[in-house]
């Protein structure tokens, strides 16, 4: 029973993995932007909680009042179309992409 278990956290693991790479990093390209966006995000939010509920809020409904992104960027490449994800696979995108970037995950 454990072993089936451990079988499908780990391919529900490998699915939203492959998820994040098909919604997001399509687009953005590299990790090097996430590290970046991230490190704003912390800096203006500090909390796992509060950093989360800003990433999903903007890319619900993306703003010049939600963002964390310098104007001069806004400017040159505009604001983030507003995600046609429902909430649950946004909120899965959410979580692997804090898991994958957050400042506390690079100390270990």
Known sequence: MVKILAILVLFSTIISASEFEKNCLTC??????????MNKYTLKYSSE?????????????????KTILPFEYIKRFG??????????????????????????????
Do not use: C
């Open 28 to 37: 953005h390209g590299g990790d090097f932007k996430f590290h970046i966006i």
């Open 49 to 65: 909680k509060r950093i989360k509920k800003a990433i999903f809020e903007y890319l619900k409904e993306p703003s010049i009042e």
């Open 79 to 108: 604001l983030k179309e507003k995600s046609t994800l429902d909430d649950k696979t946004l909120r899965d995108m959410v979580d692997i992409y804090y898991d994958k970037f957050n400042l506390q995950s690079k100390l270990y």
